[in-house]
């Protein structure tokens, strides 16, 4: 897994929202909690930030160079679907 999560040079934040009790985040906290130890182990100097508010739908943002940003939504996605998703922004160099 410690591959995967290598992020790609071009990339400047990684950012979650989620609701912390709501059951349709209910993956991207299990996601998060097997995967940001990882995350942060292998890039320590590029900010992975967890954002909880109640009602909020699942999503993941990726911020690049030049400002630019892409972001999926995790909403009743699995925990691997979830796992994909990042992967693929985080590899991206746009």
Do not use: W
Request: glycine fraction near 6%.
């Amino acid at each position: 897994m410690s591959g995967k999560y290598v992020f790609s040079q071009a990339l400047k934040e990684v950012r979650f929202l989620f609701c912390q009790t709501g059951e349709h985040s209910g993956a991207t906290r299990s996601f998060l909690a097997r995967a940001y130890p990882t995350m942060k182990k292998n890039n320590p100097n590029i900010p992975i930030m967890l954002r909880e508010a109640a009602g909020t739908q699942p999503q993941v943002f990726a911020r690049y160079e030049f400002g630019k940003e892409k972001s999926e939504s995790l909403l009743g996605l699995s925990d691997k679907e979830i796992e994909e998703k990042v992967t693929s922004l985080v590899k991206t160099a746009l």
